[in-house]
């Protein structure tokens, strides 16, 4: 008796005795973790090479390397370059456009005009798919909750049936529904715990670039006073 109510109560037997809108919402929140789980570890490595390649260049324009120099090589690398350094390269670009003697308030609006679009582009990329991640989080355990209540909905159907119920007509329809809350929570909080850490990370990143345009201005702006 004890083995046959173990092997009713498996995880594989209970899944595979749902019903299928049961196991409808099962296959969505399987889909939706492994997708969470694919631009968990996408962003984690983003974010990484982006805080990394923000430092290098930072520590380079710093060292005072020569502002042409530092543009031909951002230039000429631009698919391999960072998201400060691709900022640089646009706002650099614009600003050698304009002529000596030009007015340098225009010359300088153009060019953090020419940066601040570069800014809204990698910030972009940046934040690219933690909408989704927001989505999972907020959303699964709902969804999860709908197969839990339509599996217990079920199980008190089959009840209905009976003329003595027992623990043992119950139990396989309302742990089948449980599976469907516990697979929701599974799929909520990595996408809960990586949304808000990728948004705190990317939103740091945001700061520096920021910073980095402010003086990147003032730089320029320096150099456009002795042209």
Same mark, same amino acid.
């Given at each position: ?15 595979? =005795? #749902? ?5 409808? @919402?099962?296959?969505?929140? &399987?889909?939706? =973790? ?20 923000? /430092?290098?260049? $930072? ?6 390397? /020569? &502002? ?9 690398? %631009? +698919?391999? #370059? ?6 640089? $390269?646009?706002?650099? %670009? +614009?600003?050698?456009? *304009? ?16 940066? !601040?679009? #570069?800014?809204? !582009? ?6 690219? *798919?933690? =909408? ?5 989080? =907020? ?9 839990? @209540? ?7 159907? +089959? ?9 043992? *007509? ?5 742990? +089948? ?19 808000? %850490? ?21 730089? &320029?702006?320096? %150099?456009?006073?002795?042209?």
């Amino acid at each position: 008796m004890n083995t046959t109510v173990t092997q009713d109560l498996s995880l594989f037997y209970l899944i595979s =005795s #749902a019903s299928l809108p049961v196991q409808l @919402v099962m296959l969505l929140l &399987l889909i939706a =973790s492994l997708l969470s789980w694919w631009f968990i570890f996408r962003k984690m490595f983003a974010i990484r090479l982006a805080i990394k390649q923000s /430092d290098e260049f $930072e520590n380079t324009f710093w060292r005072g390397v /020569d &502002l042409n120099a530092l543009y031909q090589r951002a230039a000429g690398a %631009r +698919e391999m #370059a960072g998201s400060m350094e691709r900022i640089f $390269e646009a706002g650099f %670009r +614009e600003f050698t456009k *304009h002529q000596a003697g030009m007015d340098i308030g225009a010359m300088m609006d153009s060019t953090r005009g020419a940066m !601040r679009a #570069a800014y809204q !582009r990698e910030m972009d990329r940046l934040e690219s *798919h933690l =909408s989704f991640l927001a989505t999972v989080g =907020s959303v699964s355990p709902y969804v999860g909750l709908f197969g839990t @209540v339509w599996g217990i909905m079920n199980s008190f159907r +089959e009840l209905s049936n009976l003329t003595q119920a027992t623990i043992a *007509h119950v139990a396989p329809g309302i742990a +089948e529904a449980l599976i469907a809350t516990a697979m929701g929570l599974f799929a909520a909080i990595p996408a809960v715990i990586a949304y808000n %850490r990728y948004a705190s990370d990317t939103s740091q990143l945001a700061t520096r670039y920021e910073s980095f345009m402010e003086e990147l201005s003032n730089v &320029l702006q320096r %150099r456009a006073a002795k042209l």
